[in-house]
């Protein structure tokens, strides 16, 4: 199975940026980099996601490693309405499979 | 326009009976999965429809199953209830193709 890592917890001040790492060093060449977040009582949210280069939407930046191992989740400007749990999931065969996800606070 | 539906948002049921889960995906999407989440396991993978036939499955026991009728609606079944089960039930849906996931909000399971 595809496996992602991520660091449980990270906190940021709000207004500065954050950098959620994770590690998928199993990824196979036609698996997509996905990112969703979770906030309490509720479902995943889809944040960003990407194949081999980096990508940018209106919610995040997702950074590839070259060698597709890794990858980064950037949030340019932390609120306090990004507080959640960052998934980083490998999608297999149409298949989700979820690490344990980054337990982001943001600090006021 | 109308995001994920899941019925019931809540639901208690005694060890050994059965219950049956709802999901309506967003219009045009085909593809629908099925995850359970707990505190102790996280998010696990049960299943995937995608027009009417099982394309994938995570590793749960046949207690579990599922069907998707020809309007995209999917459903999800439990038999013989365990206190295990108790947990967060999430389907989600998508467009063929690469695009994202969009989640329901869920149907909490409660057995007693």
């Known amino acids: 199975d595809a496996k992602t890592t991520q660091p449980n917890s990270m906190e940021s001040n709000e207004e500065e940026p954050v950098h959620l790492p994770c590690n998928h060093s199993?990824?196979?060449?036609?698996?997509?980099i996905h990112w969703y977040r979770q906030l309490p009582s509720q479902g995943p949210e889809y944040v960003i996601h990407g194949l081999t280069s980096n990508v940018n939407n209106r919610m995040a930046s997702l950074a590839i490693a070259e060698d597709r191992k890794s990858s980064t989740l950037i949030l340019h400007r932390a609120t306090l309405r990004d507080a959640a749990v960052y998934y980083c999931i490998l999608i297999h065969r149409d298949n989700l499979f979820f690490g344990t996800g980054t337990r982001l606070t943001v600090i006021p | 326009k109308a995001g994920v539906t899941q019925t019931p948002r809540y639901l208690i049921k005694t060890r050994g009976q059965q219950v049956t889960l709802s999901c309506s995906p967003i219009?045009?999407?085909?593809?629908v999965s099925w995850y359970q989440q707990t505190p102790g396991q996280g998010l696990q993978f049960l299943f995937e429809y995608f027009s009417e036939t099982q394309r994938n499955k995570g590793n749960f026991p046949g207690r579990f199953s599922g069907r998707q009728f020809s309007n995209s609606r999917s459903e999800m079944n439990v038999s013989t209830l365990e206190l295990g089960d108790s947990a967060l039930y999430l389907c989600?849906?998508?467009?063929?193709?690469?695009?994202?996931?969009?989640f329901g909000s869920g149907t909490r399971l409660t057995v007693v």
């Open positions: 199993t990824i196979s060449g036609t698996d997509y």
């Open positions: 989600a849906s998508r467009y063929p193709g690469n695009y994202g996931y969009t």
């Open positions: 219009s045009g999407h085909r593809s």
